[in-house]
């Protein structure tokens, strides 16, 4: 392994790393919001495809990466607004509602897929880098951290930006109140439909942003099921986070590292089956979940519907 420039390893790691998590944290950062407000969307990964589809489709027609970015966004907005439709105005089980999201949408864009771009759909367009002057010629760090796109750079910006609206705003404190006590908050005057509403919506529009991210700011194509199971990973991860941003920033970080390993590897001439390392990411947050279940106390209305005239959350 001699004459390996092991500056260059670490670089190429950590710069995957910060963009590879990027899709997983951003679909966590707005699960945990929703949770927070007591509901469990499990319809997430079927946000996080259909924002990665419509994303490229659209980016191929206009030939414009902020067109494909909005088309995405935009498709989880309205995914999201549909499982609060369902969710909230008629009390359907969460659950249900969230899952049968999730398959619908993992047919309707694999069939697009396959009926429009045989199956494999080609971002034409990308975001380019932006290199910060003095930072990014710091050694290691400075590539991966300071040589980005600016669209990688507004991602993370959400991080310190949710953290101020869960943890200093009256909406946040709203969406607590919302997830554990909804009777209490209806008697302090907090209308709960509306506060979910606005939380699903939230939590929608960044899982679909996140779809899109992955297709156009990370891997340059689609393909039927190219989430693998991210969407299901954001929302345990979510949860092993405990809800908080930072926290769950350093756990999508933990996951695009375990991800990076790959390329990292592979520069490095460190020979070790694709597969096994493809499982990783997903071990460690298998690992997570073991040993920080018991630590984790769950919103206590989470999944339960809110029924006003009975004057209690209850499930139906």
């Known amino acids: 392994m001699n004459g390996i420039d092991w500056e260059v390893v670490l670089s190429v790691l950590l710069s995957g790393a910060v963009i590879g998590a990027v899709p997983l944290m951003v679909a966590a950062l707005g699960e945990a919001i929703a949770e927070r407000a007591g509901l469990l969307n499990l319809g997430i990964e079927g946000m996080m495809l259909g924002g990665a589809f419509f994303a490229v489709h659209a980016a191929a027609e206009t030939e414009s990466l902020v067109g494909g970015l909005l088309a ?9 607004l549909l499982f ?3 969710t909230i105005s008629f009390r359907v089980d969460q659950v249900v509602v969230g899952l049968a999201i999730t398959l619908f949408a993992g047919g309707l864009t694999g069939f697009l897929a396959r009926d429009l771009y045989d199956g494999h759909a080609t971002a034409p367009t990308s975001a380019p880098d932006l290199a910060i002057p003095g930072l990014s010629q710091i050694p290691v760090v400075g590539p991966a951290l300071f040589d980005q796109s600016l669209l990688v750079y507004l991602t993370w910006a959400l991080v310190p930006i949710c953290a101020f609206l869960l943890g200093k705003t009256r909406f946040g404190l709203n969406l607590r109140a919302v997830g554990e006590y909804p009777f209490a ?3 302090a005057g907090v209308d709960v ?7 699903i919506t939230i939590a929608g529009t960044m899982a679909g942003f996140a779809g899109a991210f992955l297709c156009l700011g990370d891997l340059s194509f689609f393909e039927p099921g ?3 199971g991210q969407g299901f990973i954001a929302l345990a991860l979510a949860m092993v986070g405990g809800w908080r941003p930072y926290r769950i920033a350093v756990g999508a970080l933990v996951f695009g590292l375990l991800r990076s390993l790959k390329t990292g590897l592979g520069i490095a001439g460190v020979e070790i089956q694709p597969d096994f390392l493809a499982m990783i990411p997903y071990i460690g947050i298998l690992i997570a979940l073991v040993v920080l279940a018991g630590r984790t106390a769950l919103p206590a209305a989470l999944g339960m519907p809110y029924a006003r005239d009975r004057g209690r959350s209850e499930r139906e």
């Open 72 to 80: 995405g966004t935009g498709t989880g907005l309205a995914m999201g």
């Open 84 to 86: 609060g439709v369902l």
């Open 185 to 187: 908050a209806d008697a």
């Open 193 to 199: 439909d509306r506060v979910r509403y606005a939380a």
């Open 226 to 228: 190219i989430t693998v």
